[in-house]
């Protein structure tokens, strides 16, 4: 303890006191050294706030290098400040490279930028879930499933076209650009369970989507637990807009509006499925307001 508070009163106490201050100011390459470091230290996040703050900083230290080099003469100052140059040099390469490595196709750059950019996804992470899926083309009329037939094993978000759902033959809704086409059928099963689709899934027009394998996608959901809380999200939210597009077309008596949380009322169509009692209130209600 003693040792220590010596240390400190050679540095501050006995340390001999500035008299003599410079009256001409420094030269201009000292004053854009500090400008560089005022603007860099007010870079943001991420790939490009890192390549602005690199910039900036290593152009600082390249301007104070060469102010101690030509007006202090000062081998130690030059040693420094060129040190710390050469490393923003070098971290900004490196930045800079994994930039440009991030590459995708046009259909991941459209949803990077239409639904993980908004929430704040970084590029990275996206690279991972982009390299963990396949851009599939779905031509006009065919279908990605059929009720009853098509096995739940893949989850897919369509990137452009539009896609039809039927149940029975009688139109549901329709799934537009960067929504899920099958977000209630991944939902409604477990990881180890398996399931087949209850409607049918038809392309209205030439339809591009991106498609993940379902075990792929759970690797990768216990491998980065945010892209699992990123996609619960997504899927969450999916689900509600299509049940509020199906809330939309379904009107009861005198163009009342269904309430979504009631009773399923496309259970109805259902065949061999038990039915809540509240859905033979709603027949008979209907009943008389037809009347």
């Known amino acids: 303890m003693e040792r220590n508070s010596t240390v400190w009163k050679n540095l501050i106490d006995e340390h001999p006191v500035c008299t003599n201050w410079k009256q001409e100011a420094e030269g201009a390459i000292y004053h854009l050294a500090s400008i560089f470091f005022v603007v860099g230290f007010m870079g943001g996040s991420g790939f490009f706030g890192l390549l602005y703050v690199f910039s900036l900083l290593g152009l600082g230290f390249l301007c104070t290098a060469i102010w101690a080099w030509i007006d202090v003469c000062a081998a130690d100052i030059f040693s420094w400040h060129f040190v710390l140059f050469i490393i923003c040099f ?19 750059q459209l949803m990077y930028s239409s639904i993980f950019q ?33 096995s739940i094993d893949k989850l897919s978000l369509l990137v452009s076209g539009r896609i039809r759902v039927t ?17 209630p059928e991944w939902d409604s099963l477990r990881p180890t369970e398996e399931g087949t689709f209850q409607v049918t899934l038809t392309a209205e027009t030439d339809c591009r989507y991106v498609s993940w394998r379902r075990k792929k996608l759970y690797l990768l959901f216990a491998q980065y637990r945010y892209i699992s809380r990123l996609f619960s999200v997504l899927i969450g939210s ?4 299509k049940l509020y597009a199906l809330n939309d077309r379904v009107y009861i008596g005198r163009r009342y ?3 979504i949380r009631l009773p399923n009322f496309y259970q109805l169509a259902g065949p061999g499925k038990p039915r809540s009692p509240l859905i033979g209130h709603f027949r008979n209600s209907r009943q008389h307001c037809d009347k």
């Not at 070098?90 to 991941?108: G, K, L, N, P, W």
């Open 238 to 241: 999916d689900i509600a807009d």
């Open 90 to 108: 070098m971290q900004f390469v490196h930045v800079a490279y994994q930039v440009r490595s991030i590459t995708f196709a046009r259909e991941f």
């Open 257 to 259: 509006h269904y309430d």
């Open 118 to 150: 908004p929430l704040g996804t970084p590029m990275p992470v996206f690279r991972l879930i982009a390299l963990s899926s396949e851009v599939v083309t779905l031509e006009k009329e065919h279908c990605y499933a059929m009720q009853g037939k098509t």
């Open 167 to 183: 149940v029975d033959g009688e139109f549901l809704h329709y799934i537009f650009p960067f929504q899920f086409l099958d977000s």
